[in-house]
């Protein structure tokens, strides 16, 4: 393994619990487990996940297709996923605002028509827009049919007759897990994360 995957974020951090909350990079990862405050989980499938100590892993044996760094005793493993000693707690956050966000808000609805919106078919209007000095924000932003917001072009939902279904707001925090997600496509991560919905799309 070279310097900078040491410090990329590759390793799922789950609470004591064995939710997920967190990721981080190998080179944390190695001092949460040499310090006791993590141990690591050796995964061999779904139904074969052990929680291994520091003593312990550094001396298990790299198999093919793991990451591993080289020390003076040999190479050692990089964990994918390691789980907190006495943290129990899941963090709360608000989403923050993007394309995907919105759309999950809006339950994939063009929030003038109430239709449902096939993938390529919505994208963000900002009720006032931009040139006008909207904002992109929670409060100033829904989900549109491409047609409906072609229609609307540089107006206001009132000057183009439209009406809203619901006034926009913010959503509510939710828990960190509910964000995370696996941009490296690790197996291993797969049981620990929520499921999401991958046919959102805006324009």
């Not at 072009?153 to 959503?171: F, I, Q, S, Y």
């Amino acid at each position: 393994m070279n310097a900078s995957v040491l410090h990329k974020n590759i390793v799922l951090v789950l609470n004591r619990n064995w939710q997920a909350i967190n990721v981080t990079t190998p080179a944390l990862a190695f001092c949460q487990m040499a310090t006791d405050v993590a141990t690591a989980l050796d995964i061999q499938g779904k139904e074969a996940m052990v929680p291994v100590r520091w003593d312990v892993w550094r001396t298990l044996p790299v198999r093919d297709g793991d990451a591993s760094i080289g020390t003076a005793q040999g190479h050692v493993r990089v964990p994918t996923v390691v789980v907190l000693s006495n943290y129990s707690r899941v963090p709360i956050k608000r989403p923050k605002f993007s394309a995907r966000n919105l759309w999950q808000r809006d339950e994939g609805r063009c929030q003038y028509t109430g239709r449902e919106l096939k993938p390529g078919e919505g994208n963000i209007d900002h009720i006032l827009p931009r040139s006008r000095g909207g904002g992109t924000t929670w409060e100033n932003c829904v989900l549109a049919s491409v047609e409906v917001n072609g229609r609307k072009a540089d107006r206001t939902p009132e000057e183009a007759g439209l009406k809203l279904l619901r006034a926009p707001r913010a959503p509510r925090d939710v828990p960190v897990t509910v964000l995370l997600n696996n941009p490296h496509d690790i197996p291993d991560w797969e049981p620990f994360l929520i499921r999401k919905d991958k046919n959102q799309s805006t324009n």
